[in-house]
T-cell receptor, first 115, second 110 residues
Framework: EAEVAQSPRYKITEKSQAVAFWCDPI?????LYWYRQILGQGPELLVQFQDESVVDDSQLPKDRFSAERLKGVDSTLKIQPAELGDSAMYLC?????????????FGPGTRLTVL | DAKTTQPPSMDCAEGRAANLPCNHSTISGNEYVYWYRQIHSQGPQYIIHGLKNNETNEMASLIITEDRKSSTLILPHATLRDTAVYYCIVRVVGTGKLIFGQGTTLQVKP
């Protein structure tokens, strides 16, 4: 069964450093999502791509976060500089398209700890 | 965006049916109800979704009331591996965005 791949699974960094997370969606999925999940809360959408274009980045802290999906396949989420409050699970999901009936499938996530 | 209300926690005996309720009184006519679950430290797992009719798959059944203001997820024979946080989500029309709430922590006990 096809799965969403993410790496690394765990990342520990010091504040003010740069970090990057990678996501490879299910093959053929045009829509890719990045979510952030703070401990004890549900995931919150950061950015949504349709192919290589950003559809929604209203909750992305653009002063320090950036996301790209250059060829419309895999994607990278970057934080620079990292802050203590960025410690969270970063989840990637993909769907066939962005329609309400297209199931989103999630990857295993990257657990970020900022010291 | 329609919000959902779920009990924060529930217990269920192993082998019994687990019935997880969800209220979504502000749901619009074309918005779908989705259920996901998240086992500790893993990514959310899709369970089932529906619009008006009751739905069943190999994992669970979804019962939606006629007025669509509430729904119930049924795990027919809960096992210890079903212990997880269960999220009921009304999916945003257009972008298809998922807005997660706090979910229900289901504890299946031997």
């Amino acid at each position: 069964e096809a799965e969403v791949a993410q790496s690394p699974r765990y990342k520990i960094t010091e504040k003010s450093q740069a970090v990057a997370f990678w996501c490879d969606p299910i093959s053929g999925h045009a829509t890719l999502y990045w979510y952030r999940q703070i401990l004890g809360q549900g995931p919150e959408l950061l950015v949504q791509f349709q192919d290589e274009s950003v559809v929604d980045d209203s909750q992305l802290p653009k002063d320090r976060f950036s996301a790209e999906r250059l060829k419309g396949v895999d994607s990278t989420l970057k934080i620079q500089p990292a802050e203590l409050g960025d410690s969270a699970m970063y989840l990637c999901a993909s769907s066939l398209a962005g329609r309400s009936t297209d199931t989103q499938y999630f990857g295993p996530g990257t657990r970020l700890t900022v010291l | 965006d329609a919000k959902t209300t779920q009990p924060p926690s529930m217990d269920c005996a192993e082998g019994r049916a687990a019935n997880l309720p969800c209220n979504h009184s502000t749901i619009s006519g074309n918005e779908y109800v989705y259920w996901y679950r998240q086992i500790h430290s893993q990514g959310p797992q899709y369970i089932i979704h529906g619009l008006k009719n009751n739905e069943t798959n190999e994992m669970a059944s979804l019962i939606i009331t006629e007025d669509r203001k509430s729904s119930t997820l049924i795990l027919p024979h809960a096992t210890l591996r079903d212990t997880a946080v269960y999220y009921c989500i009304v999916r945003v029309v257009g972008t298809g965005k998922l807005i997660f709430g706090q979910g229900t922590t289901l504890q299946v006990k031997p």
